[in-house]
């Protein structure tokens, strides 16, 4: 069965450094999202990521944030200059269309030190 | 925005009895309504959703029904096995949108 898959599982990262996390959405997807989790908190939405532009974004997705989708097969987030409560972790998913099933990947553990 | 509210928090119940978890949302154009589960360390896995334009869903030990009228939608899960402990989320997508907003989770767990 497809899947969305994610790398690396876990990211150690100094505060203040960039980061990039990657993501292998369901291959005949079209919408892209990534979302997070703070320790024992909710998932939290991020971005959608439709025909190679950002469809919405929430105020979690500040100026230090941005994603893409490099090839035909993944797509990245890019956090500029981590900060300390950007430990966390994130989710990305895809859907066929915009309304359909979202399937997520097993996240990245990301921990900025 | 869409406003997510769950209960409960923490869920204990015996082998093969029954499990509820409910959830309210705010936004009375939301029309879509999935359950995740959620295992230690692990994405959030798709069990069941529904849609606005029915009332009811079941897929063998899993149900979820919906109350438009009320804005809730609860998860029923029968003949409860040690393998359904996990933490359950429910979701809604808000009018026009298709973020998902998470409510903040059930821890269930199934005692053997």
Redesign the interface.
């Known amino acids: 069965e497809p899947e969305?898959t994610q790398t690396p599982s876990h990211q150690v990262t100094q505060m203040g450094q960039e980061v990039i996390l990657r993501c292998v959405p369901i291959s005949n997807h079209l919408?892209f999202?990534w979302?997070r989790q703070i320790l024992g908190?909710?998932?939290?939405?991020l971005v959608?990521f439709y025909n190679n532009e950002i469809?919405?974004k929430?105020e979690i997705f500040d100026d230090q944030f941005s994603v893409e989708r490099p090839d035909g097969s993944n797509f990245t987030l890019k956090i500029r200059s981590t900060k300390l409560e950007d430990s966390a972790m994130y989710?990305c998913a895809s859907?066929g269309q915009?309304?359909d099933?979202?399937?997520?990947?097993?996240?990245t553990r990301l921990t900025v030190l | 925005g869409e406003n997510v509210e769950q209960h409960p928090s923490t869920l204990s119940v015996q082998e093969g009895d029954s499990a509820v978890i409910k959830c309210t949302y705010s936004d009375s154009a939301s029309n879509?309504f999935?359950w995740?589960k959620q295992e230690l360390g692990?994405?959030?896995?798709?069990i069941i959703?529904i849609r606005s334009n029915v009332g009811e869903k079941k897929d063998q030990r899993i149900a979820v029904t919906l109350n438009k009228t009320a804005k809730h939608f609860s998860l029923h899960i029968t003949e409860t096995q040690p393998e359904d402990s996990a933490v359950y989320?429910c979701?809604a997508?808000g009018a026009g949108?298709?973020?998902?907003?998470?409510?903040?989770?059930t821890k269930l767990s199934v005692i053997p």
């Open positions: 969305v919408y999202y979302y908190q909710k998932v939290e939405f959608s469809s919405e929430s989710f859907s915009g309304a099933t979202q399937y997520f990947g097993p996240g | 879509y999935p995740y692990k994405g959030p896995q798709l959703d989320f979701a997508t949108s298709y973020q998902l907003t998470f409510g903040k989770g």
